[in-house]
């Protein structure tokens, strides 16, 4: 079956650099997704990766190296409003069915 | 444009009980997928709408179901409520099947006693 790898929690400091990992195994694959999710809200989609290599939007970047099943969020000048949960997601076609599946979410907290 | 849309908002039923929740997709998206988020399981995926279709279904048992009609607004329904079905219900719109960016609504918070 599918799984993903995240860490739960991350602590950072205001304008540092952090970067969420994520390990992920799958029966077929399509790509990885980030999205946020704040406290009481909905999680909003961040950026996506089908190939391998760097994409960048803005404060946020996110990788992806399709032979080592692995991918990152990389989050730059770091902002109170950043506190939030960062989840991880694969498009797969596991078990017969295509599908977004998600990580258990990082939580990601910025102290000032 | 106007975002997605779920009703009710918060919802508490007993054991035993059904409930229908309904979502309404950015005009002019066809696809509507449904997730249960609680904090032991994370987000899982039940199922996804297009064109009135399911096309894809996660694994959820029979009593969950849903269905999407030809304006694209879906309706969920759980039968004989079980108290592990407490979790938020949301949904999620997209323009078209297997696409990778999702526009979430609020959610339902569903809380069986």
């Known amino acids: 079956g599918q799984s993903l790898e995240q860490p739960s929690e991350v602590t950072a400091v205001e304008g540092a650099i952090v970067q969420i990992n994520c390990t992920y195994q799958t029966s077929g694959f399509y790509g990885l997704s980030w999205y946020q999710q704040h406290d009481g809200g909905a999680p909003t989609f961040l950026s996506y990766?089908?190939?391998?290599g760097l994409e960048e939007t803005g404060r946020f970047s996110s990788f992806l190296s399709r032979s080592d099943s692995y991918g990152y969020l990389l989050l730059q000048e770091l902002q109170m409003k950043d506190s939030a949960s960062y989840f991880c997601?694969?498009?797969?076609?596991?078990?017969?069915?295509?599908?977004?599946?998600f990580g258990k979410g990082t939580k990601l907290s910025v102290i000032p | 444009k106007a975002g997605v849309t779920q009703t009710p908002r918060y919802l508490i039923k007993t054991r035993g009980q059904q409930v229908t929740l309904s979502c309404s997709p950015i005009?002019?998206?066809?696809?509507v997928s449904w997730y249960q988020q609680t904090p032991g399981q994370g987000l899982q995926f039940l199922f996804e709408y297009f064109s009135e279709t399911q096309r894809n279904k996660g694994n959820f048992p029979g009593r969950f179901s849903g269905r999407q009609f030809s304006n694209s607004r879906s309706e969920m329904n759980v039968s004989t409520l079980e108290l592990g079905d407490s979790a938020l219900y949301l949904c999620?719109?997209?323009?078209?099947?297997?696409?990778?960016?999702?526009?979430f609504g609020p959610g339902t918070r569903l809380l069986v006693l």
């Open positions: 997601a694969v498009r797969d076609s596991g078990a017969g069915s295509y599908q977004l599946t």
């Open positions: 005009s002019g998206h066809r696809s």
């Open positions: 999620a719109s997209s323009s078209r099947t297997g696409e990778e960016t999702q526009y």
């Open positions: 990766n089908g190939l391998d």
